[in-house]
């Protein structure tokens, strides 16, 4: 193992845990959000999904933000190719999650039922795309896309919409809504509990359709390519068996566990496109042995993750307490009592 | 237009527009902090109200910040993949480290502090506040510091295996004297900007003798923190003028638009003709400002452009070193009239504070509602300057802007992207400045103001 102890195969890891932790907390916002129209039938029924996740969506968005910032600063060559590559993929999300931010904020601040659809469905779109395109993205780094050999992308936004990729897409969409409908299970009461119940049964068939499509399809795609990077297959067996553990779960009402252990399975499953990844970043689909972006090509100077190093040591525990800590505080049911509240 | 043409302008114009909230972000909720600590301290229910209706108007307002804050760090990369491939090594750390310890600060306890009304222990409630205080400081301060390498590159060296620029000393960076001269002056200017906005609806409510014992304590707030800002934004600029003589001695001048190297500068007030410098009609002066403001010295040489430009040649090969100077010009000149004009206002406001009439001074109160806008124009003014000043560099004297830009990202993608965020943008500032309106205008009456039990809040 002493080929992998080294700062580069650190930052790789540590950023692979950043989307880690974006997918398994954001998920359930994304989710929740994709819900929001469909299970919230009048507009106490919408403030009570969106109080469910109020105080948790823009903590769980800062993953984002700081995987961003690591990967800028630990493999600038990555970075800058992604961000250019993607460059309309990223608009489109960026659109997406200006607006979702804007409409959690603004919406209340308006008793018009008009206002408050256009915001509702500002919160749908502004979750649903950002959860499909960020499994496009994650799916075309495994898949490859056209880099030349000083690692600039060469293609166009067509050549990031590939079946495989676009089936990543729906792989993370499922996943989260489902992600989405157990953490209303927990978080509900009432009918509404009632109801994210029933949409969960539902969903869990999707959720193992999509997983369970794109970890084959993956499969079968590192077997044809003769290249299955480090995955040891446990960690996709396992996201694919903690998927079904959850339906079980799931209908024997161990809630917390359901939703745990559906986060483990999409925890799982990012590990293993991440494994299957390294020691590349991006992988080139025009001479993928020359051309691709690794660990090393792609990296910051010794000095630079050094010092990152010893800054992350330092903070990631504080951070990890007291957003943990916040979850603990807002660890209530949240019921349509709350919203109006008697009289 | 061409695509670097058009990346810049989608830079501007999402950066200008991202600096209209940040600053009232920083400045005021410092000031709701102020606020809910002297609730804690001295009890009295205005506090508690004032800090509930300011504490509204800053979530309207952080809204827009953070969701059009990850543009900036995704724009980098998207519009600018040559200057990040370029600086990352050294860029990026602050970065990243702005997220790790700002960003996940700011929006855990604001997060907190919204939904923790009755529901945390009073102390801890005011904890989280000023934690998020903190967190909206700390995220200026590494923000600035990647700035500042722009402005003045330190701590690194050029690897030519790499073909980029490399950290050498992370302290050097952290301790940059261009950022110990920017840092003070911009948290101090968006000081002024949410004392000046506390003044100014505090103002506006005074005017209409609502809700008076309230309003009369927030304008006193606002009044002494616009006092204390201003004279620190003045202070701290005179300051960075005279690191910037030194550092980009072309931005100086081009601030003046002085040709020539003189002793003994006089400062232009303002200047009507060709400030190409070709011909002048008017020009008012003070002699000698210049100078005093440049070097600290009554006699102090100011080098021109012209001399700058032979300077610059020397040392980076022939090419043209200036700025556009009418822009420079114009900037410089409005921000630093603004930074005086608000400063004598302050001390206005602090004069009837004195003699405990500010609540009835119509004309002061009227013109403090106005007077909110001019901190932002100030802050705009003073960022285009700055930036702009330091053209042809991305990075100064190190990397050209032409040279930044993403190689790659079609013509037509960046000007639908510009296209989508000007219009997305503008609808956005719409619909924020009239809801920011809305809730200014509410009166916060003790009836309208629910008791502390934990609320819901979307």
Redesign the interface.
Request: proline share 3%; glycine share 10%; charged share 15%.
């Given at each position: 193992m002493g080929a992998y102890w080294n700062l580069p195969s650190l930052w790789f890891l540590l950023i692979a845990v950043l989307w880690m932790g974006y997918f398994f907390l954001e998920g359930f916002d994304f989710g929740v959000g994709m819900l929001l129209p469909f299970l919230g039938r009048d507009d106490a029924d919408r403030r009570v999904l969106l109080n469910t996740i109020g105080p948790f969506w823009d903590g769980n968005e800062v993953w984002l933000i700081v995987a961003g910032g690591a990967t800028f600063a630990a493999f600038p060559e990555w970075y800058a190719t992604v961000f250019s590559g993607f460059y309309g993929a990223l608009f489109l999300i960026l659109v997406a999650l200006i607006l979702r931010a804007v409409a959690f904020e603004f919406r209340g601040k308006v008793e018009d039922p008009r206002w408050r659809r256009t915001w509702d469905w500002a919160i749908f779109f502004g979750s649903a795309v950002p959860a499909l395109l960020w499994g496009v993205a994650l799916a075309d780094f495994l898949h490859g896309v056209p880099l030349d050999a000083n690692h600039e992308f060469t293609g166009s936004f067509f050549d990031l919409v590939g079946p495989y990729a676009l089936f990543g897409g729906v792989m993370t969409v499922t996943l989260f809504l489902f992600h989405g409908s157990l953490f209303l299970v927990l978080k509900t009461e009432g009918t509404m509990l009632v109801r994210a119940r029933l949409t969960s049964a539902r969903l869990f068939w999707l959720a193992l359709l999509g997983l369970g499509g794109f970890l084959t399809w993956s499969y079968a795609n590192a077997v044809a390519n003769h290249d299955k990077g480090l995955v040891p297959d446990f960690v996709p067996l396992a996201a694919l068996g903690a998927l079904i553990a959850v339906g079980w779960f799931r209908r024997e009402r161990w809630d917390l566990t359901a939703f745990m252990l559906n986060g483990a399975a999409i925890v799982l499953t990012t590990a293993t496109i991440f494994l299957n990844l390294y020691p590349r970043v991006l992988i080139s689909s025009v001479d993928r042995a020359a051309n691709s972006l690794t660990i090393t090509n792609a990296s910051s100077s010794h000095y630079t993750l050094t010092v990152m190093s010893i800054i992350a040591a330092f903070f990631v525990p504080i951070v990890l307490g007291y957003q943990g800590w916040t979850y603990w505080v807002f660890r209530k049911r949240i019921s349509r009592e709350q919203v109006q509240p008697a009289g | 237009m061409d695509a670097l043409t058009l990346a810049r302008w989608q830079f501007g114009i999402t950066t200008v527009y991202h600096f209209i909230f940040v600053p009232l972000t920083i400045g005021l909720v410092f000031l709701v902090a102020v606020m809910q600590t002297l609730w804690h301290t001295r009890r009295r229910p205005e506090y508690l109200r004032m800090t509930r209706f300011y504490g509204h108007l800053f979530?309207?307002n952080?809204?827009?910040g953070?969701?059009?804050g990850?543009?900036q760090?995704?724009q980098?990369?998207?519009?600018w993949?040559?200057y990040?491939?370029f600086?990352?090594?050294?860029?990026?750390?602050p970065?990243?480290?702005?997220?790790?310890?700002a960003?996940?600060?700011e929006?855990?306890?604001?997060?907190?502090w919204?939904?923790?009304w009755g529901?945390?222990p009073d102390r801890l409630h005011l904890a989280c506040i000023w934690l998020v205080s903190i967190g909206t400081i700390l995220s200026a301060l590494f923000i600035l510091a990647a700035n500042s390498w722009m402005q003045h590159p330190v701590g690194y060296h050029f690897?030519p295996a790499t073909h980029?620029a490399?950290?050498?000393d992370?302290f050097a960076i952290l301790f940059n004297p261009t950022l110990l001269v920017t840092f003070p002056h911009t948290i101090l200017g968006a000081l002024l900007t949410g004392s000046l906005f506390v003044l100014g609806v505090a103002a506006y409510h005074l005017l209409r003798g609502n809700e008076t014992e309230l309003f009369r304590r927030a304008a006193a707030i606002g009044t002494v923190f616009a006092l204390l800002a201003s004279l620190g934004t003045v202070l701290s600029g005179h300051a960075q003028a005279q690191v910037m003589t030194q550092q980009q001695p072309m931005k100086m001048a081009a601030a003046e638009a002085l040709y020539n190297t003189e002793s003994g500068a006089e400062f232009s007030l303002f200047a009507l003709g060709t400030p190409d410098g070709r011909r002048l009609i008017l020009d008012v002066t003070v002699p000698h400002l210049l100078s005093v403001l440049a070097t600290n010295t009554w006699d102090g040489q100011v080098l021109g452009i012209n001399d700058v430009q032979k300077l610059e040649e020397t040392a980076y090969g022939p090419g043209d070193y200036l700025p556009v100077v009418p822009v420079t010009y114009w900037t410089f000149r409005l921000m630093a009239g603004l930074g005086f004009l608000l400063a004598g206002f302050a001390v206005w406001g602090l004069y009837l504070l004195r003699r405990r009439r500010l609540e009835s001074a119509v004309w002061f109160n009227r013109l403090a509602i106005g007077a909110i806008a001019l901190p932002y124009l100030a802050n705009t003014f003073g960022w285009i300057f700055t930036e702009m000043g330091r053209q042809p560099w991305v990075v100064y004297g190190v990397l050209a802007t032409a040279k930044g830009v993403?190689?790659?990202?079609?013509w037509g993608?960046v000007l639908?992207?510009l296209a989508?965020?000007t219009l997305?943008y503008g609808v956005?500032a719409v619909?924020?400045g009239w809801?920011m309106l809305?809730?200014a205008r509410h009166v916060p009456t003790e009836e309208a103001e629910p008791e502390l039990v934990p609320a819901?809040?979307?």
């Open positions: - | 979530l309207i952080f809204a827009l953070v969701a059009t990850i543009v760090e995704f980098f990369g998207m519009n993949s040559s990040s491939r600086v990352g090594d050294i860029f990026g750390a970065l990243a480290i702005e997220g790790l310890l960003f996940f600060l929006s855990t306890f604001l997060g907190l919204i939904f923790g529901r945390l690897n980029r490399e950290m050498t992370f993403s190689p790659t990202v079609p993608e639908a992207s989508g965020f997305l956005l619909v924020d809801l809305r809730y819901l809040v979307y």
